[in-house]
Structures are given as structure tokens and as C-alpha cells.
């Protein structure tokens, strides 16, 4: 209907190789709101990897895929055709898993989801862990080009290391410093803290949980990391992980550290300053986990528009299918955890921008639109295309990715989400111009948000990528009224049953963000040149070695 459609703006810009400017078809509103509706429905239970409402997911996404004049992306392998087959198995930790704590003053007791949340990566059905000795390694950083170790001077083998989670500089109102100032690093994410737990021969790690640093809520880590667990199924069953991992609450640590006669702030100000040294509890710890066991193959969805004069050169949009399934209950009953937002309607914009660039024609290199699975469970579905890619990454010019689209009302900025990294953002900056907006500042860089979604298993595989986003001054409500929305979907929505589909959305702000996302993509399959981080990013040696490969 034409009443549901907008026009995007022509990419009024020459950018560097560019060919002249191309007028971008109509992005399809009714397109972006059925797809979100339909996927965030209740019938869709959340969209869970491996439960039947992913059958009806990616059957969604393929039938609007073919719609749009794609062709199937798979051309051999698992899951040929549309598909790829992503091998997961899912670990079920009993809940009434406890971890006790002896040697203090008194013995501790840490009840499932209250206290703490523990599970495992190990595939087995059933983990001991027996008077562990309870070491505290700060921020668990060990970076040896900054000149940081925080397990230095202590044998960590067979112990069960507590965690801060975030940077040890993220107070600071700049971005200077050790770890970048205010800006969360990979060694803030709790997926770095684990992996290095467990290269150190930890037996478990437990990060403390601070609402502020974390970025989100208690009840953000229960209903993310209780239930069924996905991880990547591996031939060695992940042995070489640490037994169990997981998560303190605040006040749990604090009395954690109060048995071992110790201070919680003393502490974390002290691991907050260079030279830190990890400080042994003399407490032990010790929990049971049994576990239910559940191999499957979830699915990448994939699509291709082959290019004309390039068709072996490709260009990226990738997006998430996934969410939480069934979650606790919000007080009215409700235990569906829609994701409206996150990310249906990502991958609504997947399928709209299908539809705008199949409606162009096809362009000099071939455009891929990845759907991808679990990316709630840690990026999986992105990082197992990254680790078998049916299009070779090296010939993957660059890519966006997109988590969430803006349904609040139209901006006057636009955010790059870890800024300063990728050349991507050149040509970003001008068709932003040409919008009449204007580039901002990231306001919660501590958030580490970069790190939080899937281009980022591309890119630290090389791949140029971009994840960029609506800022918050709202045309109609300015900076507060923009704050306030994204302080409230955190707060009241985020990983929660009430992220649900509204019809009162607005849609022109994600129509103008698309003409971004569509401008990138649409440039870098009509332009020659291939995009590279800026030297100073930690992806620049990989992606320059890859391109050396190419060639």
C-alpha cells in the first residue's frame, strides 16, 4: 500500500571509487511491521534455537528471502540451499544446584538464581566440584601489550577464580586509559573473563554482577543464563573449559568476601590500579551441577543477490533471528520472551533491505543477507559462519550488522556503535551528511555493545564491519526524551517478556536509518576498493594477511 511506504533519500554522494550516485527504491513499512509482528507473535514462543518455533522462523525468513528475488545462499554443504546447518548442544543445569562455601567464619550457602547462577561449557551429565580453592583475580585481565596480568604470581589450576566484570578503568568521564577510559575493551566482556579463567586452568570462575558496569540487571543475567543452555557442540565436549561458570550477585559477593575477612569496595578499588595482585580467599568451594544433554543443528538462514561483474566478491548484512524462547514470567503471567526489538525487527530489516536491492538490480559484487541463529547464546550462529564460511571471508569487502531498528520517531543523530575502528565509517559520515544529520558520540561506551552482537565474529576474523544506530536526540523530544526511552527498555524490557510488538511504533526513524544501511551496503557492492580497519584497530593484521591470501 502506498500509504505504508517511504521514500529513502537518493545517496546523494560521491564517495572514494564510488560510481555516480544511485537512487534508492522505496524501503516497504508494511514489510518491516508484518515481519516484526509476525516473528515477535506469542505463536512464535520466543524464538528459541532448536524448539519448533524456529522451524517456523526460518521458514518465515526464507519464503520472504525467495519473495524478495533472492536466491538460496548454501550452494553445497550442511543444510544446502537456504540454510546452514549450525551443530549446538544444549546443557539443562538441575536447578537446584547450590554452591557452598567453607572456611570462613561461618559456612555459605548460594541458592540457584537468587544468589548466583552457575552452569557449565564441559558436555557432561554430571560435574563435581570439590573444595575448590577460591582465589580473587580482579578484573581477570591478563594483557600482556598493556602491560596487565592479574593472575601474575598465582597458580590458578584446579581453583574457582571471582571476577569483576567490566574494565578496570570504566569510571573514567574520558576515553583514556589502560583498557580506553570509559569505553569497554574485549577483556571487560564476561566472555573474554571466562576464556581466560580457563586458559589459566581455573575449575570455576564466577563473575560478581554490579548493575552499572554489567550494563543490565540481576534479572537480565537470570533470564539469559537459566534454563537451556546453548553452546557449540565440539569434538573434545569442551573438556578444556572450566568446570562450572557463572554469575554472584552483588550481595552474595559481598558476603563471599566478608567470610574470607575481606572488603568488597577495598578490593575492587585496589584491582582497579596496575600491579593488582590476586588475593587467595582460604575458602573453599563446592557445588554438584547435574545436567541434561541435547545435541541438535539449528540454522543459518542465507540468501544471495548474485553480482553482475563480480559475482565472487561479496558484501555483508547480517542480522540475529533468535531470542530467549520462555523466560520468567513477568508479574502478569506472561513468560514468552517476544523480542519485538531485539531482534525481530533486525531481521524484518533484513528482509526489507532484501527487497530494496533485489528491486535495484543486481550490483557489480554479489550481497549476502545472513540470517543467524543463537546469538543469544554468544554470538554462535555469527561465529560458526565466520569459522566455515560458504562465501570466502577474503573476498568479503565488508558488512553491517544490524540489532534493533529505531521504532521511536525519527533523529537528529546517528551513533556509531565502537567508533574509530573501521573505514566503513568514512563513508558513513557522508551519507549521514547528506541526510541532515549528524554524527554523536556513543553515550554508554562503558556498555561494551561492540562486542555484544554478531559482527563481531566477523570482524575479528577481519572482516571490515559496521554496526551503527539512531542516536538519542529524537526530532520530537530531543536528548532527554530519547534517554529516556532507551533507559527504560533496558530497565523494564531488555532479555524480558514485555519486549513485545506495539502498534503505536513509529517507523520513520528506522525508514532513514535504512537508507543508511542501504547506502553502505549498495556502495560497497558497486564500488572496486576494498575497505580496511584503521591501523590503529586490533583487527587490522588479520584482515591485512587475509587480503595478502586473495590476492
Not at 238 to 251: F, R, Y
Not at 359 to 365: C, E, F, H, Q
Not at 492 to 509: A, S
Request: with cysteine; proline share 5%.
Amino acid at each position: 500500500m502506498a500509504s505504508l511506504r517511504r521514500t529513502l533519500p537518493l545517496i546523494g554522494l560521491l564517495l572514494a571509487g564510488a560510481a555516480p550516485a544511485i537512487a534508492a527504491p522505496a524501503i516497504s513499512v508494511e514489510t518491516l511491521k508484518t515481519v516484526t509482528r509476525t516473528l515477535s507473535d506469542d505463536s512464535f514462543e520466543g524464538r528459541a534455537p532448536g524448539t519448533p518455533a524456529e522451524e517456523k522462523t526460518i521458514a518465515l525468513i526464507a519464503d520472504r528471502f525467495q519473495k524478495a528475488g533472492l536466491k538460496p545462499g548454501n550452494k553445497a554443504g550442511n543444510g544446502a540451499g537456504w540454510y546452514q546447518d549450525v551443530p549446538l548442544v544444549e546443557i539443562t543445569t538441575d536447578p537446584k544446584v547450590a554452591l557452598t562455601v567453607t572456611g570462613g567464619t561461618a559456612p555459605l550457602r548460594f541458592a540457584y538464581r537468587t544468589d548466583m547462577v552457575v552452569g557449565t561449557h564441559q558436555v557432561q551429565p554430571k560435574i563435581e566440584l570439590a573444595d575448590s580453592d577460591i582465589v580473587f583475580v580482579g578484573y581477570g585481565i591478563n594483557a600482556p601489550e598493556r602491560g596487565w596480568n592479574d593472575y601474575a604470581g598465582i597458580d590458578v589450576k584446579g581453583k574457582t577464580v571471582v571476577i569483576l566484570v567490566n574494565d578496570p578503568d570504566y569510571e573514567s568521564s574520558s576515553l583514556e586509559g589502560p583498557f580506553g577510559g570509559k569505553a569497554m575493551t574485549y577483556y571487560g566482556r564476561w566472555t573474554y573473563k571466562f576464556e581466560e579463567a580457563a586458559r589459566q586452568g581455573a575449575a570455576a570462575a564466577l563473575i560478581v554482577h554490579d548493575t552499572v558496569p554489567a550494563a543490565y540487571g540481576w534479572n537480565v543475567v537470570v533470564s539469559s543464563w537459566t534454563g537451556p543452555q546453548l553452546g557449540m557442540d565440539a569434538a573434545d565436549g569442551h573438556m578444556g573449559d572450566s568446570k562450572a561458570i557463572g554469575w554472584l550477585t552483588n550481595d552474595a559477593a559481598t558476603r563471599l568476601f566478608a567470610a574470607a575477612g575481606q572488603d568488597l569496595a577495598k578490593l575492587t578499588a585496589a584491582a582497579k590500579v596496575k600491579g593488582f595482585k590476586a588475593v587467595p580467599f582460604g575458602l573453599k568451594a563446592s557445588a554438584t551441577l547435574e545436567n541434561g544433554i541435547r545435541r541438535q543443528a539449528s540454522k543459518n538462514v542465507i540468501g544471495i543477490l548474485p553480482g553482475k561483474t563480480r559475482p565472487d566478491e561479496y558484501v555483508l548484512y547480517s542480522a540475529h533471528w533468535d531470542h530467549l524462547g520462555r523466560c520468567d514470567a513477568a508479574p502478569d503471567g506472561d513468560d514468552i520472551c517476544n523480542g519485538a526489538y531485539d531482534n525481530a525487527s533486525g531481521t524484518a530489516a533484513l528482509v526489507a533491505l532484501a527487497e530494496a536491492h533485489a528491486k535495484a538490480g543486481a550490483a557489480d559484487r554479489s550481497i549476502l543477507f545472513l540470517a543467524v541463529t543463537a546469538e543469544e547464546s554468544g554470538l554462535l550462529g555469527s561465529e560458526y559462519y565466520a569459522a566455515n564460511p560458504i562465501y570466502p571471508l577474503e573476498k568479503t569487502a565488508g558488512g553491517v550488522n544490524i540489532d534493533g531498528l529505531n521504532v521511536f520517531g525519527r533523529t537528529r543523530d546517528v551513533v556509531i556503535v565502537g567508533a574509530g575502528k573501521s573505514e566503513l565509517e568514512d563513508d558513513l559520515k557522508r551519507l549521514v551528511t547528506a541526510q541532515g544529520r549528524r554524527i554523536t558520540a556513543e553515550p554508554t561506551p562503558q556498555n561494551g555493545y561492540f562486542y555484544r552482537s554478531d559482527h563481531f565474529s566477523f570482524a575479528k576474523l577481519g572482516v571490515p564491519m559496521i554496526y551503527f544506530e539512531s542516536g538519542e536526540d529524537l526530532v520530537k523530544g530531543g536528548v532527554a526524551a530519547g534517554r529516556k526511552i532507551n533507559e527504560d527498555y533496558v530497565a523494564t524490557r531488555y532479555h524480558g517478556p514485555k519486549d513485545e510488538y506495539d502498534p503505536n511504533w513509529v517507523w520513520d526513524g528506522a525508514v532513514e536509518d535504512l537508507g543508511l544501511f542501504y547506502g553502505i551496503g549498495r556502495d560497497l557492492a558497486t564500488t572496486a576498493g576494498w575497505p580496511n580497519w584503521y591501523p590503529t584497530a586490533e583487527f587490522r593484521t588479520i584482515r591485512d594477511a587475509s587480503r595478502e591470501n586473495a590476492k
